[in-house]
């Protein structure tokens, strides 16, 4: 990622100085010693004190651990749900059966792939209509049998195209959020990476919503924040930082619930311990959640939106 | 986010007074209005006469909210409420202008206090809540307090057992908010489903245009949702289409007509047949004593 | 139509020789009337034993009454209702909100053209699934809002088109079967023409149903039955006797509840009476119904549907 | 009515013995059957072996009803109902051949009463009501017979509380019965919709091939839908719809994989994986104590 070049290359020069004789040039080893806490320096500096634009190019990191890796690092006995019975397959969202030690639940998941071929067959993770029209078909499953509903958000959002839009991709969103709104079963809600706005949200909210450290979740892309602060999109840092849009501004507007940490330069340098602290928050939430009755259970969720927002209210 | 083609639109010439340096000059300004679409010059009171329909064309015009409640309810019959509702800056938004200075320059240019205005009113006889969008307050964009506003319309709905008619104008989710204006979406959406419940109708009316978040939550779960002719009505807007796809946009993408096509809307009503075609509506889904 | 051929030659006949002049002939008066007397006993003949296939013909007439002019005539305060908030509408079929005599309805009904042109839009009254999707999504604010609903029939049949097929008309016909089985509101149904197969049936059963004298309602139209038994299409006449077709046959078998009347030659000679009639009939059913219970109209018409069958059971 | 293609195809060659003239001449009727697919001669007691599957090329073939049964439910666990209902020829319907004449010879080739065998079973210890439809009895058609044990079966798992297996195929409403079969179509599907409102689940395994009127009722109205490796399904069969429009057909159109492409059903399975898959989805949505 562009802000970690400096580091990588102190990093090059330090490998360069270790390949040297040091028989031949006596005085490298000190020389070694010294990078080494330079670049233990640099190291803290640079990832301690990382804003929302590093972390969103974190969160977009091609070998950060997907959907796909949580599902077959947590779930068992896996059983993929295709289709919307409607029109088609959208390979960008998941939706199965799985169960996660013994708990039984449907999982849903923005699904980017990791290989090219696989982000073409799964248009890196933005859905089409069908893609939420599959969820919605898992979720009614869910309220049938009554499973819980776990979801991984990692998508840049929904798809800005033609046939999206052709095929009613808003009023498939709508739609979403109104069967998620008053599903009689847990819903659970981890931001693994990317959360674009309407396409995130489809199946992006509930009783639970778990954040990565660097995962973020926000109404528009910084990118096109830029666009229309700044007519360039190359200000995106900057949009970044107004939007508010990281884990921590998550809690403190009390749209997320808690941070699952990260190691210092992102999920993807280490992924077990992440992806096994993520299946522990999502089995906590299950156990709190599946002492509640369905119906205080959606009343809560009910009331727990109706609390977001922030206005004034003088005499009307 | 359509929003984006929603700032630049209006940067070049929607809803455009004739005025300065133009062959026109001598027109004083507002008095007269050319029409996007045929180019011809109507005169202001000819426009408000024929509730902002191009005489000429039946080009649509965007409505202000209370011009547009005049034009919807039985006459003197809304009482507004949520009226003090106005958008707060939780974000501390600064870019180019702060989102407190285009928050107060649109209460000046508008007169109203935010993006929609909430009331209780019948039409043709039946008890309703109307809500009204006025694109010219920020986009009509839902941020905080349209979301508040709106749900409080299904919710008062909800307890006072009335019918829900919304004319729907909205560039989308208010940027300036972030996050709270995207769950402003499931909210409402929430808000809706409850109301749906109840066996009370839901009649939405999207006009030109409505676009973003707000077509993707409340706006598009109406139980009959009509069109004004012309409008433009999506999820991303045209402009962020043709740039991510790269494609040329089919004939009329996404304008009222096209969505009838594609199975969207229940009609493309006029807006002179408006008031009619939602009274009748209300006559055959509000019975006496509610849901069967 | 092919068996009124014979007649339509007398009938040639007589008005050439009407239009010679009887000063000039004087034996032609003499035989006009004994040709119109042959015109009076043909006519007879051929309308009184029509046969099943004849029937068929008669359904198909392009100048017979169609669902619009039913809808027309019997109903004021016709709001249209187009789309299936998926992917399309469907013109083969109109879902309407419709009142008749202040009986407020939603009125589905199949929908040929009059004209080439609105035949081609409409398909000839072949629907695709966004037209089954369309009339669920009326038959669902009928159940929301209490409304009635009344279904005029007058298809040759799903449309067996790749499209049609890759929307996946099966499993929307199924879902509007499956629907309509336990709608809470009163279900008339009217066959006011061909009533083919599953495209049909997907509106067309409820606890109701008013057959045209000249209606038929088949598993399949008498040409591919024909195919199927004898590879000719042209044995279809023999095939629509064996299917047991017509409007009498469908009460035999308790299936239809009562026949409307028509001209000898059919609706389309005089239809005005036979809208009026159907209107009765409608009205009076809706009548009834409306003093059932929406528990027990449900109960009633799974019990219905229920009886319907001929098998044998012996020790199994 | 995509009948009509099967009784057609039926004609042709269709898992057919290796007899007569050709050059195997010498083997004995029965004992090898030729591969539809990739034409290789398989052994039958090791295509008996391996579920009818093709060992070269995985092609799967019909598979009799009680073998069927075999595959699918725990040993020993099926306790068939409705064995004795049987058609009976309401309409008198004679062509060129009898109803009563092809029923008939269909028992005997078969040795079933009926197209679909019915009965309570155990899977994966799950209790469940199965029904498995035979092909080879009068192209697995739905008449009044068919229609009345469909109906049976999901009655008798309503009242005892058991989930439902079908392992579907058929040439669609059986036509010598006329209207009486095409309101089975109406039955079963009131039957599976009340039994939906129980909370049990219904799994449907579309098999080759799998059209006409029962694709479009109970066939495709269950929660979970599989369907074997290349079964044809869809409800105009491909002849018809080539003849009706004129139109070069896609690829693979109607196979189980196209439609999984086109969103239809939740996954191809292969059969050898078929007990195990349909056992797993039955320990989700069965729950001791049903439905939630
Ligand atoms: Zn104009
Ligand atoms: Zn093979």
């Given at each position: 990622m562009e802000f970690e070049r400096p580091l990588f290359e102190l990093e090059d020069k330090l490998d360069q100085l270790k390949r040297m004789d040091v028989a031949v040039n006596p005085e490298i080893?000190?020389?070694?010693?010294?990078?080494?806490?330079?670049?233990?320096?640099?190291?803290?500096?640079?990832?301690e004190q990382i804003g929302p634009w590093e972390r969103v190019q974190i969160s977009r990191h091609p070998e950060r651990p997907k959907t796909q890796d949580y599902v077959a690092t947590l779930f068992t006995d896996v059983v993929e749900l295709h289709g919307d019975r409607l029109f088609g397959d959208d390979e960008a969202i998941l939706a199965a059966l799985a169960t996660m030690l013994g708990r039984r639940v449907v999982v849903l998941g923005h699904r980017k792939g990791k290989t090219t071929k696989e982000n073409v067959a799964r248009n890196f993770g933005s859905p089409h209509p069908e893609g939420y029209r599959k969820a919605m078909r898992a979720m009614r499953l869910a309220e049938r049998f009554g499973l819980p509903v776990v979801a991984f958000l990692d998508t840049a959002g929904a798809y800005p195209g033609i046939e999206a839009e052709q095929r009613g991709q808003a009023w498939a969103i709508a739609e979403s959020l109104s069967l998620l709104a008053d599903l009689p079963v847990p819903v659970v809600v981890v931001g693994i990476g990317e959360g674009g706005s309407g396409g995130a949200l489809a199946i992006g909210f509930g009783d639970r919503l778990i954040m990565l450290e660097n995962a973020y979740y926000s109404v528009i892309s910084p990118e096109m924040c830029a666009m229309i602060l700044h007519k360039e999109a190359s200000r995106a840092a900057e949009a970044a930082g107004c939007l508010r849009l990281t884990a921590a501004d998550l809690i403190d507007f009390g749209i997320a619930d808690e941070i699952v940490g990260e190691p210092l330069e992102g999920a993807h340098v280490d992924p077990e311990p992440v992806i096994a602290a993520v299946g522990e928050r999502i089995r906590a939430a299950l156990d709190a959640l599946g002492e509640v009755d369905p119906q205080t259970l959606t009343q809560k969720r009910y009331e727990r939106l109706r609390a977001i927002g922030v206005f004034e209210e003088g005499a009307g | 986010m359509s929003i984006t083609d929603w700032f630049r639109a209006r940067e070049d010439k929607r809803y455009t007074p004739v005025n300065g340096a133009g062959p026109k000059a001598d027109v004083p300004e507002g008095v007269?209005?050319?029409?996007?679409?045929?180019?011809?010059?109507?005169?202001?009171?000819?426009?408000?006469?024929?509730?902002?329909?191009?005489?000429?064309?039946?080009?649509?015009?965007?409505?202000?909210?209370?011009?547009?409640?005049?034009?919807?309810?039985?006459?003197?019959?809304?009482?507004?409420?949520g009226a003090g509702i106005t958008s707060s800056d939780p974000l501390e938004f600064v870019a180019a202008k702060s989102y407190v200075q285009s928050v107060s320059s649109a209460k000046e240019k508008s007169g109203l206090e935010e993006a929609v205005v909430t009331g209780r009113a019948t039409i043709g006889g039946h008890p309703v809540i109307v809500a009204v969008m006025d694109f010219s307050f920020v986009g009509a964009s839902m941020g905080s307090a349209v979301g508040e506003k709106i749900t409080r319309a299904f919710e008062i709905a909800v307890s006072e057992r009335r019918g829900?008619?919304?004319?729907?104008?909205?560039?989308?989710?208010?940027?300036?908010?972030?996050?709270l204006s995207l769950m402003q979406m499931a909210k409402t959406a929430a808000a809706a489903k409850r109301y749906r419940a109840e066996g009370l109708p839901y009649i939405a009316v999207l006009t030109n245009p409505?676009?973003?978040?707000?077509?993707?939550?409340?706006?598009t779960l109406a139980d009959i949702i009509f069109a004004e002719p012309g409008a433009l009505v999506g999820f991303a807007g045209p402009r962020l289409v043709e740039q991510a796809t790269r494609q040329k946009l089919p004939k009329d993408f996404q304008s009222a007509e096209f969505l009838l096509d594609h199975g969207l809307v229940d009609d493309v009503v006029a807006r002179g047949g408006l008031r009619e075609r939602v009274s009748l509506v209300l006559d055959y889904l509000m019975r006496p004593g509610g849901a069967a």
């Open positions: 080893a000190a020389e070694v010693e010294d990078l080494e806490q330079q670049l233990e320096q640099l190291r803290k500096e640079t990832y | 007269w209005t050319t029409c996007d679409s045929c180019k011809r010059i109507i005169y202001e009171g000819e426009l408000a006469a024929s509730m902002r329909v191009c005489p000429y064309c039946g080009h649509h015009f965007p409505v202000p909210a209370h011009e547009r409640i005049a034009q919807l309810v039985d006459e003197g019959s809304l009482e507004e409420f829900i008619v919304f004319a729907i104008a909205s560039g989308g989710a208010r940027m300036q908010e972030g996050m409505t676009t973003g978040g707000v077509t993707a939550s409340f706006a």
